[in-house]
């Protein structure tokens, strides 16, 4: 198959989040990757400072992922997750609940973190009606992002994700988001959370406890440029929680698998949650798949409440649990293990924190925020909010560096195999492209 950009036209392919006239006129591709580089369709070298889409630390095309997936497949290429099953997920299921904290085992596949987030509230809905309990609300945040399905839209506190579509989820609130002008060029985590989390308090004053299904959470705001928890913010989240039965939810579709300085929030943050969500990193990339773990009580309470022999939740995908991605799944959390990447990322977040605030001097710089292998460079909007973003992705790109921006947030989320070289790389080229912008 050509991957020739003269010989195949760009017109028939909807590209997602994409400005497509911009892109088809001066398309950007990638015709090859591995470890930390892709190669562009002309030839050039790019380094990938956003792990792709945060999903892919231990670095592109991992031979034994390829292998593992392979092998799968010369075996199995499909089996229907509904009433059958293949060892594998199996496999991957305990793995995934090693890591998860003690008292979370019970894990759901979906293909993407969108899939995990609509998954995700609908157990909460389940539990809750397994319990006789009418709790039809759900809470979020401003600047959260929690996935484009119509449940993760409802969720959304980027606004730009939910204007085009006015039929989502009613009785959805939103607390505040956390960063304020005190945090600007903090890195990690500011002193102050718990009272900002009260506004979870204010929000059951209004409404209800009874009324309140779920608190959804990123615990570090991913695509909206990296906003750190507030210290005591998660505590104080999680008490409320606990006073009025609502379930936590903590969406670590970026956060898990060591972005944020733990396996997962809940180890960061020492937190946990009732549900969490995953994806992205699950499978290094390689193959589409999510997960959403739950407390046992969570699946025992909706499993017991079915009558014996029929079906206990009435929801799942065709690919639930593919072959492909579970062998993907396993092979990618052999190899964090195998290489220490989580460690490897513990290890090189100050190098990398204060290697991204040396762009604090910058004049087009606003902000930056950073906590672990994550951070948020936030330009001054010009010559209208998005568009330097926009321009700066593209910019980057020619200048050898993939990195991904929302709005005017660059956000630099380095592979773990990086080396202390492979950062200075990004942060030059960062730099020169600022310099190169209007
Ligand atoms: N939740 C969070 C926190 C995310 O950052 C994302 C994607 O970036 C999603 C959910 C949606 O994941 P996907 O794009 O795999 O559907």
Redesign the pocket.
């Known amino acids: 198959m050509g991957l020739d950009v003269k010989s195949n036209s760009l017109e028939e392919f909807w590209i997602p989040f994409t400005d497509n006239r911009g892109f088809k006129k001066d398309p950007r591709l990638v015709v090859k990757a591995e470890g930390l580089y892709m190669t562009d369709h002309r030839g050039g070298q790019i380094i990938d400072g956003s792990s792709g ?2 999903c892919s630390p231990a670095g592109h095309c991992h031979p034994k992922i390829i292998e593992a997936v392979h092998q799968s497949m010369q075996q199995l290429t499909y089996v229907s997750p509904f009433g059958t099953g293949h060892g594998l997920s199996f496999a991957l299921a305990e793995q995934v609940s090693r890591l998860t904290p003690d008292s979370m085992n019970k894990v759901f596949f979906v293909n ?6 609509d998954t995700a509230l609908k157990i909460a809905m389940a539990y809750h009606t397994a319990k006789g309990e009418n709790r039809h609300r759900f809470i979020s945040r401003e600047r959260a ?4 399905n119509i449940g ?1 839209v409802s969720l959304s506190g980027l606004v730009n994700n939910r204007r085009a579509f006015p039929s989502v989820m009613p009785n959805v609130v939103f607390m505040r988001h956390t960063w304020t002008e005190d945090d600007l060029f903090t890195p990690g985590q500011r002193a102050g959370g718990a009272d900002r989390a009260e506004d979870l308090q204010r929000a059951i004053d209004n409404f209800g406890a009874e009324t309140i299904g779920a608190v959804f959470i ?1 615990p570090v705001a ?2 909206t440029g990296t906003l750190p928890p507030p210290i005591g913010y998660l505590q104080r989240i999680r008490e409320i929680c606990d006073a009025n039965d609502i379930l936590l939810v903590f ?1 670590d ?2 956060c898990g698998f060591g972005r944020v300085g733990g396996k997962f929030s809940a180890d960061a943050f020492g937190v946990v949650p009732d549900i969490m ?1 995953m ?2 990193a699950l499978t290094n990339g390689a193959i589409p798949m ?1 997960a959403v773990v739950v407390r046992d009580e969570i699946y025992d309470v909706v499993t017991d409440k079915a009558a014996m022999g029929g079906i206990e939740l009435f929801h799942g995908y065709t690919y639930s649990g593919h072959p492909a991605a579970c062998a993907a799944g396993l092979a990618s959390l052999a190899i964090y293990q195998e290489e220490g990447l989580f460690d490897r990322a513990k290890d090189m977040a100050p190098y990398f924190e204060q290697a991204v605030m040396s762009l604090s001097d910058h004049e087009l710089v606003k902000d930056i925020r950073t906590i672990g292998m994550m951070a948020g460079v936030e330009l001054y909007p010009h010559p209208k909010p998005g568009a330097r973003g926009v321009l700066a992705q593209t910019e980057m790109f020619w200048k050898g560096m993939h990195v991904k921006f929302t709005g005017d947030n660059g956000i630099l989320a380095p592979m773990y195999i990086a080396e202390r070289a492979h950062i200075d790389e990004m942060i030059t080229k960062f730099r020169a492209t600022l310099d190169a912008l209007p």
């Not at 993407?112 to 987030?117: L, Q, R």
């Not at 992002?145 to 484009?148: D, E, S």
């Open positions: 889409l945060f993407s973190g969108s899939e995990a987030i992002y929690h996935g484009v993760g990123e991913g695509s969406d579709v970026i969500t994806a992205k999510g």
